[in-house]
T-cell receptor, first 116, second 114 residues
Framework: AQKVTQAQTEISVVEKEDVTLDCVYE???????LFWYKQPPSGELVFLIR??????QNEISGRYSWNFQKSTSSFNFTITASQVVDSAVYFC?????????????FGEGTQLTVNP | KAGVTQTPRYLIKTRGQQVTLSCSPI?????VSWYQQTPGQGLQFLFE???????NKGNFPGRFSGRQFSNSRSEMNVSTLELGDSALYLC?????????????FGSGTQLSVL
């Protein structure tokens, strides 16, 4: 069975602080894909990043960075120098290998509030 | 390029009624997926369509159904509405199916069942 756990329900920080959102996943597949999405108050989920199970290279994109570690089944997301506009719900998601279609299993989400 | 469009944005129904939600994917996208989002259950997969064929189905009762048209637009229908069906219903589209394909989501239809 697939499972994604985001243990942090809510995080509140002050602007310019760094914040890390945790994601732990469970799967028996050897091929799988991991995603992070952001959901602002408007409702639509906005794609942030994807990783496949064979690519453990960590990535930095502007103020965002991701740390993928298969040994601990974690795919954590860090925002550096947070801004008020970063306030949103962040979801980590897992997709099985090639035969599963586009179905995503989402974590419970982490509500991030960045205060001025 | 227009994003994923869902109509209506808000909907209020009473128990026992049925409802149809509409989704227009991004131009050129052939895969459409539907998700239900509730405070208690989070985001749950409903079903996925590709080229008018249902490819995948989540663990929802038969009251939830969908279809896809030749222009890739999709509709989902919920019959005999229950209070627990109150949720944000999100539609997502992608060029192809599975793998590393990223989903593009609409803003959703907020359904309230009274």
């Amino acid at each position: 069975a697939q499972k994604v756990t985001q243990a942090q329900t809510e995080i509140s920080v002050v602007e310019k602080e760094d914040v890390t959102l945790d994601c732990v996943y469970e799967t028996r597949d050897t091929t799988y894909y991991l995603f992070w999405y952001k959901q602002p108050p408007s409702g639509e989920l906005v794609f942030l990043i994807r990783r496949n199970s064979f690519d453990e290279q960590n990535e930095i994109s502007g103020r965002y960075s991701w740390n993928f570690q298969k040994s601990t089944s974690s795919f954590n997301f860090t925002i550096t120098a947070s801004q008020v506009v970063d306030s949103a719900v962040y979801f980590c998601a897992l997709r099985r290998g090639e035969t599963s279609g586009s179905r995503l299993t989402f974590g419970e989400g982490t509500q991030l509030t960045v205060n001025p | 390029k227009a994003g994923v469009t869902q109509t209506p944005r808000y909907l209020i129904k009473t128990r026992g009624q049925q409802v149809t939600l509409s989704c227009s994917p991004i131009s050129g996208h052939r895969s459409v997926s539907w998700y239900q989002q509730t405070p208690g259950q989070g985001l749950q997969f409903l079903f996925e369509y590709f080229s008018e064929t249902q490819r995948n189905k989540g663990n929802f009762p038969g009251r939830f159904s969908g279809r896809q048209f030749s222009n890739s637009r999709s509709e989902m229908n919920v019959s005999t509405l229950e209070l627990g069906d109150s949720a944000l219903y999100l539609c997502a589209s992608s060029l192809a199916v599975g793998g590393s394909e990223k989903l593009f989501f609409g803003s959703g239809t907020q359904l309230s069942v009274l």
